[in-house]
T-cell receptor, first 114, second 115 residues
Framework: GAGVSQSPSNKVTEKGKDVELRCDPI?????LYWYRQSLGQGLEFLIY????????KSGLPSDRFSAERTGGSVSTLTIQRTQQEDSAVYLC????????????FGSGTRLTVV | AQSVTQPDIHITVSEGASLELRCNYS??????LFWYVQSPGQGLQLLLK??????LVQGIKGFEAEFKRSQSSFNLRKPSVHWSDAAEYFC?????????????FGGGTRLMVKP
């Protein structure tokens, strides 16, 4: 597609429930990144994919967080047993595998855990 | 490890006034540097980037930034601010990890514009 698409744009969930956040990157972008932006905070790196593999999972905050990417395209970030501290905006970005290229970001998913 | 510091958390300027947002980075090699802008409820949009060559780079929306290696800085400037420039601005440095393209972001500077 023309841009990075994320869905849903907003998600309200009850504490303890699982949620899935979806990211559809720009066609041809081999790298995909997930970041988290909590209220008043900067961007916290979560995970990045090169193709379908995730060489760097170092940013995942706990084992309740997982992500996968299929077909070198769509990625899903799953949060199990959500907690209130998981409330944040989850941003996805894609790029070519070259640090000369910045990211193209999606508009994010705002997750609220009540 | 690379890091980015944006010393000013909030800045307020009057419409029509000039603007400079500060960014300092720490990186062991030649950095690739970026500025992004985030309007409320939106994702981040790339304003400009520096790889090499001319140290003064032009971006969209009338913004420019100057890379100063001696000061490890990449400050963003605009000669005349418009009310629509009110947003949060993020500086980032690019590195490579395992052939990936990792951007490390600063904490952001929130710009408010007074009429």
């Amino acid at each position: 597609g023309a841009g990075v698409s994320q869905s849903p744009s907003n998600k309200v969930t009850e504490k303890g429930k699982d949620v899935e956040l979806r990211c559809d990157p720009i066609s041809g972008h081999t790298a995909l990144y997930w970041y988290r932006q909590s209220l008043g905070q900067g961007l916290e790196f979560l995970i990045y994919f090169q193709g379908n593999s995730a060489p760097d999972k170092s940013g995942l905050p706990s084992d309740r967080f997982s992500a996968e990417r299929t077909g070198g395209s769509v990625s899903t970030l799953t949060i199990q047993r959500t907690q209130q501290e998981d409330s944040a905006v989850y941003l996805c970005a894609s790029s070519f595998l070259d640090r000369a290229y910045g990211y193209t970001f999606g508009s994010g998913t705002r997750l609220t855990v009540v | 490890a690379q890091s980015v510091t944006q010393p000013d958390i909030h800045i307020t300027v009057s419409e029509g006034a000039s603007l400079e947002l500060r960014c300092n980075y720490s990186y062991g090699a030649t950095p690739y540097l970026f500025w992004y802008v985030q309007s409320p409820g939106q994702g981040l949009q790339l304003l400009l980037k520096y790889f090499s060559g001319d140290t003064l780079v032009q971006g969209i929306k009338g913004f420019e930034a100057e890379f100063k290696r001696s000061q490890s800085s990449f400050n963003l400037r605009k000669p005349s601010v418009h009310w629509s420039d009110a947003a949060e601005y993020f500086c980032a440095v690019g590195s490579q990890i395992r052939a990936g393209n990792m951007l490390t972001f600063g904490g952001g500077t929130r710009l408010m514009v007074k009429p």
